[in-house]
């Protein structure tokens, strides 16, 4: 097949271009758009035209948003829903903030 773009009244039949020249029809009907200044709240459904950086890190720590919890997997050898195993809770951290605590057996 011929990279030409084809039109076809003929509803039967579909005809199809290469991606390679596809994307060469769509890059060459794009256009530069200018730049302009406006509003953050006005700027929803907006490309930015300039790469913008945070100048700090928020929240400041590595943070999950899900609860989680640490053991030792050694402790939970034969664990099973007929068979299950408690471990004491020893902490309890809030988001960004980290446990100075080191978990011991059954912990």
């Known amino acids: 097949m011929s990279d030409k773009l084809y039109t076809q009244t ?10 390679k020249m596809a994307l060469k029809i ?3 009907s794009a256009r530069l758009m200018g730049k302009e200044q ?11 035209s300039e790469n913008i950086f945070a100048g700090r ?11 989680g919890y640490a053991l030792r997997s050694s ?13 004491k809770i020893v ?3 809030p988001a ?6 080191k978990i011991g057996k059954g912990q």
């Open 10 to 19: 003929n509803p039967e039949i579909i005809l199809m271009i290469r991606v």
């Open 26 to 28: 769509i890059l060459d």
């Open 38 to 48: 406006i509003y953050l709240l006005a700027a929803q459904n907006r490309v930015i």
């Open 57 to 67: 890190n928020i929240p400041p720590a590595d943070n999950s948003a899900m609860d």
């Open 75 to 87: 402790d939970t050898k034969g664990a099973a829903r007929k068979n299950p195993i408690r471990l």
């Open 91 to 93: 902490d309890d951290i």
């Open 96 to 101: 960004g903030k980290i446990s100075r605590r």
